[in-house]
C-alpha cells in the first residue's frame, strides 16, 4: 500500500572475495522513485561481531593490498555512528551504520585540509576512496579488521596498541 516491496535474498555471495561465503541480504524496491537499497541481514551472532569492532582505535595496515606507509592512517568506528581517525595527513569524520557484517558509510566526509607532500597525499586519496566505497566489514581470527567493497577494494586493520580503548 506504501509503494515499496520488501524482499529477503539468502544464497552465497558471487564475488570472489568472499570466499564463497552465504548469507541474506534484505531489498526494499521503491516503486514510485524506481530505486532499491539493499542491506546484509543481521544474525544472532551479530551483536558480539559489532561490539568486538565499536569504540577501538585502529591502524592501517594496507590499502587495497599496498601497505600503509610511515603516515599513520587510523579508525574508530563509534557507538554514535561517526567513523573518525587519520587518513595519513588530515583528520577526518564520517557518518555509518553497522548492521551485522553489513558496513555502510554515508556520503558527506569532512576533515581538515592540511597539504602533504605528494606520497602521503596519494595514500590519503585512496583510503578516503577506499572507506567511502566499503561495504563489509569482518574481524578476522587473528583480531584484524577487514573491510571490504563490492568491487573487492579492501582496507586491513590492526588495534593500535598506542591508543587507549
Known amino acids: 500500500r506504501n509503494g515499496m516491496d520488501a524482499r529477503t535474498v539468502t544464497g552465497t555471495y558471487p564475488q570472489a572475495h568472499m570466499n564463497g561465503q552465504t548469507g541474506t541480504m534484505l531489498c526494499l524496491y521503491n516503486r514510485a522513485t524506481r530505486r532499491a537499497e539493499t542491506a546484509e541481514m543481521q544474525s544472532a551472532a551479530a551483536p558480539d561481531a559489532v561490539a568486538a569492532i565499536k569504540d577501538i582505535w585502529w591502524r592501517g595496515t594496507a590499502i587495497n593490498g599496498e601497505t600503509v606507509g610511515t603516515s599513520p592512517v587510523t579508525l574508530m568506528l563509534g557507538s554514535d ?52 566505497a566499503v561495504s563489509m566489514a569482518s574481524l578476522e581470527t587473528e583480531g584484524s579488521l577487514v573491510l571490504t567493497g563490492p568491487s573487492g577494494q579492501t582496507l586491513r586493520f590492526e588495534r593500535d596498541p598506542t591508543r587507549s580503548q
Open 81 to 132: 555512528g561517526k567513523a573518525t581517525g587519520k587518513s595519513a595527513c588530515n583528520n577526518y569524520s564520517v557518518n555509518y551504520m553497522l548492521t551485522g557484517t553489513a558496513l555502510r558509510i554515508y556520503p558527506g566526509m569532512i576533515g581538515t585540509r592540511m597539504a602533504c607532500p605528494p606520497p602521503r597525499m596519494a595514500q590519503e586519496t585512496a583510503f578516503r576512496e577506499t572507506l567511502a
